[in-house]
Each structure stands twice: as C-alpha cells, then as structure tokens.
C-alpha cells in the first residue's frame, strides 16, 4: 500500500469509529479529495458535515478546527502546503498549544492539522519548504513526520486519539512510495531503527530515511556500517533512543530536508554534543537544505535539496576520525 492510501484509511476508520472526528479544509471532498487525492470517497461516503470544505482561509480552517475541539469534536484540518502554515500560525501556536496549559489542563485541544511539503517536486519556492523547526519551537504541539506506511497510519491513529494538537507532515515526493501496511500501534515519542549498524549513527525523518537506506547498502560490504535511526516525532523527541544509538556507534550525521540554518537539527546536535561529550569519535555533522528559497529549475532543486551524495560525503568525514 502507498504512503497516500495508508492515511486515507487511517482517516477512513477514525470518521467510522468516531463521530466526533471531523475533516477541514480547502478541496478535500470529492471529487477531488484535496489536491493530492488524500480524501479522496470520504466526504461520498460520510457526508459534507463531517468532511467540510472550507473557505481559501489558513486562519479560519485551523480556528473553526480549534473551535471544534474546544467544543468537543476531534478535527482534522487541512493546511494544503506546509509553507502557508504562515497564515494560521497565530491559531496553531497561541491557541492551539497553549489553551490546556492556561486552563489548567480542563480545556484540551485534540485536533490535527495535515500538511503537505512539495519539495523536489518543481512546485517552487512558496510550496516546498520544509518548517518544522517552526512548530518544535512551540510548547504544546506535537510535530510528526512518518516514512512509511505503516507509520503514516499507525502516527495518525496516536494524533487522533491525543488530546494535544498535532501537527501531521506530509512530504508529497513519499506519497507514492509503497510498503507493507500491518496493524501495529505506533506509538508518539517512539523513534526506530530502519537498520542496524556500528559504525555512525544517520539521525533522520520522513522520506530522507529512504535515502539515508540507500546510501548505507551502497556501503556494503567494506564500508562504514550506517545505522538509521529514524525519529518519527520530533515533538515529543525520543532522545532516550537518539543516545543509545549515538552512544554504540560514537557518530552521528543529522540529515534532513529543511535548510540546515536554524534547522532541527542543531537542536539534536546540540543535544548529542552535550550529552555524550568526550565519547564522540567525531563531531555531530548536519546535512540539509542550502540556506536559500527552493529553485523552481530542476536542476537547481536537485543541487539545494540534500541527497545522497552529500550525505555519503558526511558519513566519509565522520568515519574517518578516530579509525
């Protein structure tokens, strides 16, 4: 099953188990089901009350989601890119995360905002930018990015039944990739190994876990032996698994699709570095975006987003200290 099809079913059971789950956003319903054809026969199938489209309005989608919540439904809303979360910020950031904590813990938020990343998909500057470390940066949210579709559905399942809002990340590139779906839980706050290794740890998340498998077959036999360590949720981080695996392998290389100024990464960086100081054989190293706005021109799109030639470049560097 694809990465699309598994949060289409994810979304699918949570509406017929749950009447309090309902679905926001621009387009969604058919029959379209949004731009990228995630809810697509849910709105056919369960009605226009319970999969709503909305006005073009960020702000309104994610308020009238917050509204929702606060009166005790479940929503689900809609931002189509993840570059014009800009636009509801205010309601996601001062409303969303901090409601329970200014009530004292008697007016949670459970609600889900989905949104998609369309970098190396030529959709230029303003709807490819990856900006989680916008949303880790606020207390209060929870920040999920899946690799897999078993994790798309089992992430999705643990937002829905939260009673914190979450932020559920979509990189449309991943959408098509296709696995295996089962039935276990996926838990928030739990990362996973995709491979074992003991020579450097690559730390990473959504679809550059694929590549970061990638380059570490490419290494077999007589190379470093990559583990990839993939995070799954950035908020809450399981840094608990992030130092098991630094602390065996003694390296690490972060690798993500944002750009690296500011990046998530530095935290987990500065994470590592101050945990396991006078353990590491070699820095931490960051691989990730250039510092500039995503070219529309293939070519150029290929040379700003990290790959795997950068990232085996890092992973040279870092096995080549201490032996």
């Known amino acids: 099953m694809s990465v699309r099809a598994a949060i289409t079913r994810a979304l699918d059971e949570a509406l017929g188990a749950d009447e309090r789950v309902v ?39 994610v308020g009238a989601a917050v509204g929702a919540a606060l009166g005790g439904l479940r929503p689900v809303a809609e931002i189509m890119f993840m570059d014009f979360l800009g636009l509801c910020l205010d309601q996601l950031a001062n409303h969303a995360a901090k409601l329970r904590y200014m009530s004292g813990g008697r007016t949670p938020v459970p609600m889900v905002v989905r949104t998609a990343v369309g970098g190396g ?43 914190d ?38 730390v990473t ?15 077999r036999p007589d190379g470093p032996d990559v583990e990839v360590l993939d995070l799954r949720t950035l908020a809450p981080l399981d840094i608990d698994a992030v130092l098991e ?38 820095p931490v190293l960051r691989v990730g975006a250039v510092a500039a706005p995503l070219p529309y021109a293939k070519g150029l799109e290929r040379l700003a987003l990290p790959g795997a030639s950068r990232l085996l470049g890092a992973i040279t560097d870092v096995t080549s200290y201490g032996g």
């Open 23 to 61: 679905l926001l956003g621009e387009d969604i319903a058919d029959p379209g089901g949004g731009v990228f054809g995630v809810t697509k026969g849910l709105s056919t199938k369960y009605g226009a009350e319970r999969v709503r489209d909305t006005p073009i309005s960020e702000q309104v989608i």
């Open 121 to 163: 998909l030529q959709v230029g500057a303003q709807h490819s930018q990856m900006l989680e470390a916008w949303l880790t940066h606020v207390p209060g949210l929870k920040v999920v990015v899946p690799s897999t579709p078993s994790d798309a559905r089992g992430l999705l399942h643990s937002c829905l039944a939260d009673d």
């Open 165 to 202: 809002p979450c932020v559920f990340i979509e990189q449309v590139p991943l959408l098509a990739r296709r696995g295996t779906l089962d039935d276990t839980p996926v838990a928030l706050g739990v990362a996973d190994i995709k491979r074992g290794g003991a020579d450097v740890t690559v």
């Open 205 to 219: 998340y959504g679809r550059q876990v694929h590549e970061a498998l990638a380059v570490a077959e490419s290494l």
């Open 245 to 282: 695996s630094v602390g065996r392998t003694r390296r690490c290389v972060i690798f993500h699709e944002a750009v690296v100024t500011g990046g998530f990464g530095a935290e987990l960086a500065a994470l590592v570095s101050a945990a396991l100081f006078g353990r590491l054989l070699a």
